[in-house]
């Protein structure tokens, strides 16, 4: 009998699972497979980006109102959701640079902060697990701590010396980081956005391409996943505080993202399954083994 495939996906901030990754776990879902969102912060200490919801109410009640958006996203995306109960270290801004708020996320220790991401794979026994790259993806310190803490937790949850108060050990077989952005991918979306006749929002970046290294040639799976994006756009929007409905990105035609780069990507960091790279498949070498145990 084959075994039930688990995928935890390990994030900062209630919205990042949707702008990060959400069309491959919405394909996962919809073949069969289990997964879990991990929310490692509350989000506490983000802005209202979206101009109709700048409103005081909304400001007061903001904690309050990102786990309602958060539940709406999941179920969206069909997964399960878990908070790790971190605070949110909020994007420090100025030169100098403010320190960051006593008791954030950012400043704990990466061991200690691990101890509950630890006891939650040892209780999901996810097969696979992604978060974001040593850079955070962005520079947001919640994303390089969450990066730091997922490192940590898959080393030390399949270690029975470790952690031996925090449930059975258990191994995930693979571990990658979302690659969202690649030079090949901006420029593809960018010439498909200039054939359309519509203005391209990628322009200045593409000039200022030069002074950031390019994370393409880090890829080394590409999921196919053009069908989900529209339920990635609806999970986005479920988070109506972070994401303005009327802004660029959903001007875009679906079918012209769909075209230009119908994959989600990632890069393998970690495998104890054989896995031949390139890959199409978070779970490639991992269904053999899982089946055969
Ligand atoms: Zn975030």
Not at 117 to 138: A, M, N, S, W
Not at 172 to 186: A, M, N, T, V
Not at 230 to 257: K, S, Y
């Amino acid at each position: 009998m084959a075994e039930q495939l688990r995928l935890m996906a390990v994030h900062a901030h209630p919205d990042d699972e949707s702008s990060k990754g959400a069309a491959t776990m919405a394909k996962y879902v919809a073949e069969g497979v289990d997964v879990l969102v991990v929310t490692c912060t509350g989000g506490e200490r983000g802005s209202v980006l979206n101009p109709k919801m700048d409103r005081p109410e909304v400001w007061a009640n903001i904690g309050e109102i990102r786990r309602a958006e958060m539940d709406a996203a999941r179920a969206i995306l069909g997964v399960e959701q878990a908070w790790l109960g971190f605070v949110d270290s909020g994007l420090p801004e100025g030169d100098p640079l403010p320190p960051l708020p006593e008791g954030c996320f950012a400043l704990q220790d990466v061991e200690v902060a691990a101890a509950p991401l630890v006891r939650l794979i040892r209780k999901f026994r996810p097969h696979v697990i992604t978060t974001y790259d040593e850079e955070g993806g962005y520079p947001h310190p919640d994303h390089i701590m969450t990066h730091k803490v997922t490192v940590a937790a898959f080393e030390a949850a399949g270690d029975p010396e470790r952690h031996p108060d925090l449930g059975e050990p258990w191994q995930p077989l693979k571990l990658y980081y979302d690659i969202g952005f690649s030079r090949g991918k901006i420029l593809a979306l960018h010439e498909a956005i200039l054939a359309a006749g519509i203005a391209s929002p990628y322009e200045q970046w593409l000039e200022r391409w030069e002074e950031r290294p390019d994370k393409g040639p880090r890829i080394t799976t590409r999921v196919e996943c053009a069908e989900y994006f529209p339920v990635r756009d609806d999970a986005l929007r479920a988070h109506a505080t972070q994401i303005d409905p009327d802004g660029f990105w959903f001007q875009v035609p679906m079918e012209l993202q769909q075209r230009a780069w119908p994959t989600e990507d990632f890069q393998l960091v970690r495998s104890l399954v054989d896995s031949p790279l390139p890959e199409s498949d978070l779970f490639a070498g991992v269904r053999e083994t899982a089946h055969a145990r």
